[in-house]
């Protein structure tokens, strides 16, 4: 493909225009990204300038000045807040069709039923009224619709707006796909989450939450079950006057790519896997010299969002996402909510504990937070709160890994009778057509493998500790 240069910005803009689909706002969002991209004007991280953040600037956790019990002080805390989740995945990769916040995690709840459950019992409990707003894209907007129809009665107030639709561009040309015919959903995307800020404000939702006197947006994906509202973050953003919070925790191997934050000429920044030169790429996943990840949890003061989008400041690194659909090579340009960081006054970093970034990217996630009825395991289910079970010693969580045949939610679900006892557990790995009775336990590091053609199950009420299955002898 040759590379696409500002001269074919005019061309595209003109087809642009003639996409009745897109708003206004749409349609200069996109021409303002696409020719970001084509100025190519990327930040250039200089890597000797990299310096580690102090305490001052990722502050840990630990150290934030605990809120009081007294009630009217957490009230009138509530009361300045937003919760936001971001729902614009679909479940696909899990095997679900439809929003991936409508899987169902525990005893018969999918996410969203989590989320409502917790706002409203923050609502109940303090007499409050925290609304709880979701960033739907074009993809999950109708079958999101349908389902808050259902919490009519619950005490919080759901808003849903929906994030920008952005055309797809075909590569070699530079023009938009649904200019060329391509009318359906792939001829178009969504661009990120990046888009929270400008989409927020263009529905309307953010002038009106500043009249009723909010002050921050909790920003969270929807299927991070540990991202429940923390009254001690909020507190200290307040107090401090901190316009952006991000929170990080400390990284494990399994977290090597994630972005990480970094002090770069006095500021606090992201840094992404996919800014780093080759040659320290290496160095980016250590754990040493980069100790933390950034969770996607952010706090963010809704004035400054206002403030910023005004000025059209939020120039986030741009992230080129080439895909090929249907036989056609198209390109995305998209742009994440983390990287916006650095464009806030007074903005910090605090380091969280583990249990605030709990996502469930695939079914061997959804494990960890299920259980069953013999054991309450490593993770119980209290007023919609997921919490770690304390009878667990180890700090990290299992490793779980799950063969092909687990990959969809349906077929997970048909090869547990019940969910096995995990809170001894230190990694599992599974492969092969296996299946598990009821009220097994796994305990240490265990595997089981079925051979190829062979299928093997693991009788009711079977202890596995520290122990290789290849077959039925070996239980």
Request: with cysteine; charged share 25%; net charge negative.
């Amino acid at each position: 493909m040759a590379a696409a240069t500002t001269e074919n910005l005019p061309q595209l803009k003109s087809a642009v225009d003639g996409l009745t689909e897109m708003s206004e706002n749409e349609k200069s969002g996109f021409i303002n990204l696409v020719s970001r991209y084509l100025s190519g004007e990327a930040q250039h991280i200089e890597w000797s300038k990299i310096q580690t953040p102090t305490d001052e600037t990722v502050v840990p956790y630990e150290k934030m000045a605990p809120v009081s019990q007294d009630v009217s002080e957490t009230k009138n805390l509530l009361d300045k807040l937003v919760v936001l989740k971001l729902n614009g995945g679909l479940g696909t990769t899990m095997g679900c069709t439809g929003p991936k916040s409508v899987i169902e995690v525990r005893d018969g709840l999918t996410f969203l039923d989590l989320i409502v459950i917790q706002i409203e019992n923050l609502n109940n409990k303090y007499g409050c009224k925290v609304p709880l707003v979701l960033m739907n894209s074009f993809n999950t907007h109708d079958d999101t619709q349908k389902i808050v129809e259902k919490y009519t009665n619950s005490n919080v107030d759901i808003h849903t707006f929906n994030q920008s639709k952005y055309p797809r561009v075909v590569a070699d040309e530079f023009v938009p796909w649904p200019s060329k015919g391509k009318t359906d959903k792939d001829g178009w995307y969504p661009p990120g989450h990046g888009d929270v800020f400008p989409s927020l404000m263009n529905s309307g939702k953010l002038d009106a939450f500043l009249s009723q006197g909010k002050e921050y947006v909790f920003v969270a994906n929807s299927d991070n079950l540990g991202a429940i509202v923390d009254l001690t973050i909020l507190k200290h953003l307040i107090q401090n006057k901190n316009e952006y919070c991000m929170e990080v925790t400390p990284k494990t191997l399994a977290d090597v790519k994630g972005g990480t934050l970094i002090s770069y000429e006095g500021k606090v920044q992201l840094l992404e896997i996919a800014q780093v030169p080759d040659e320290h790429v290496n160095e980016f996943k250590s754990i040493e010299k980069f100790k933390i990840f950034n969770t996607n949890n952010l706090w963010v003061n809704l004035k400054a969002i206002k403030k910023l989008v005004e000025a059209d400041a939020l120039k986030m690194e741009i992230i080129p996402n080439p895909k090929e659909v249907d036989g056609v090579k198209v390109l995305q340009l998209e742009t994440a909510a983390g990287a916006a960081i650095r464009f806030f006054d007074n903005a910090i970093g605090v380091n969280v504990p583990r249990s605030r970034f709990l996502p469930v990217k695939a079914t061997s996630d959804l494990l960890l937070v299920q259980f069953s009825i013999v054991h309450s395991d490593l993770y119980t289910l209290v007023d919609g709160f997921v919490t770690r079970n304390s009878a667990r010693t180890n700090p990290s969580n299992p490793s779980i890994e799950l063969g092909p045949e687990f990959k969809k939610v349906s077929n997970f679900l048909s090869r547990f009778k019940s969910i096995p006892s995990i809170v001894e557990l230190d990694s599992l790995k599974v492969s092969g057509d296996v299946s598990f009775g009821s009220s097994v336990v796994l305990k240490g590091k265990a595997t089981v493998t079925a051979k190829s053609g062979v299928k093997l199950e693991v009788p009711d009420g079977t202890v596995v500790e520290n122990k290789d299955i290849n077959g039925p002898e070996d239980l």
